[in-house]
């Protein structure tokens, strides 16, 4: 379960049917943290709340049973007029809200929707810090995406990379000392084509840095590198001595650079 903060408040949000349901519950503690139900509860029982709730359903449910909403629309607004979360989803066979058991994680929830629309109604400035953590949230989850994206092309090519040193650069009557020489040959060779340093001397340069200049690198720095590996088994595969396919990856790591930058700076204008 992921959650945002408003106002010192956690505020619970849980994937049901790939849709965010907001915890109702917890936006209700923003205004009443003692009887968060009652809020909920007050706010149900208003026209515009029905007449709300009945059109997302409309909108977004095929199985919402119009002649029940039709009831409590023309009750609701009456001072007799009563409505809690599970006697909407009794009556009407709603799904936009969903009530949710057990001390932790418990309470309602409602879709991204209704809860801005509930949200709303207790404070169009919790509404707005809602909405501000809604983007931030998925900021991260689309960067976390990206990053996973990466990560699986970075082992693809990895993959690739070793696999055509061993076809084409190692051969079988090797010692294992020689054979992982030639892939550390490999490997620091891209280091110089994309960082310009072996890595030793980075480590000289560095005493004090835990890991390797890989482990320091920008996440760009790490998709260029990726790139040089798929790009190095194929010039490997053409019969490319080290020493010619060092000036070419340089030339293409220089080359992604520039085109990245580049970018960046329209994007900024």
């Known amino acids: 379960m992921k959650n945002i903060v408003v106002k010192d408040k956690i505020i619970n949000i849980t994937g049901i049917n790939d849709d965010d349901y907001v915890s109702l519950t917890d936006i209700a503690r923003i205004k009443n943290n003692d009887d968060p139900r009652f809020v909920i509860q007050n706010w149900m029982r208003l026209k ?13 449910n095929n199985n919402f049973k119009r002649v029940e909403f039709d009831t409590f629309k023309t009750e609701s607004g009456r001072n007799s007029f009563t409505m809690t979360p599970l006697k909407w989803i009794n009556a009407t066979n709603a799904i936009g809200i969903k009530v949710k058991s057990g001390k932790y994680g418990g309470g309602t929830f409602a879709h991204r929707d209704i809860a801005l629309e509930f949200a709303s109604w207790i404070s169009p400035e919790i509404k707005l810090y809602i909405i501000k953590e809604f983007q931030r949230l998925k900021l991260e989850e689309n960067e976390q995406l990206e990053w996973n994206n990466s990560r699986i092309q970075s082992k693809i090519n ?78 490997i595969k053409e019969g490319i001595s ?11 790591a220089n080359k992604q650079k520039e085109l990245i930058n580049k970018n960046m700076i329209k994007q900024i204008k």
């Open 158 to 235: 990895y993959l690739i990379h070793t696999t055509a040193i061993k076809e084409y650069l190692v051969p079988v009557e090797l010692t294992s000392e020689q054979k992982h020489y030639i892939y550390a040959s490999e490997a620091d060779m891209l280091n110089v084509a994309l960082f310009g340093i072996r890595a030793n001397e980075w480590e000289k340069l560095n005493p004090d840095k835990k890991g390797n200049m890989r482990d320091h690198a920008s996440g760009i720095e790490l998709n260029i590198l990726s790139n040089l590996e798929f790009y190095n088994s194929l010039l």
């Open 242 to 252: 080290q020493s010619e396919r060092l000036v070419i990856l340089n030339e293409s």
């Open 48 to 60: 515009d709340s029905i007449d709300y709730l009945g059109l997302w359903e409309t909108l977004n």
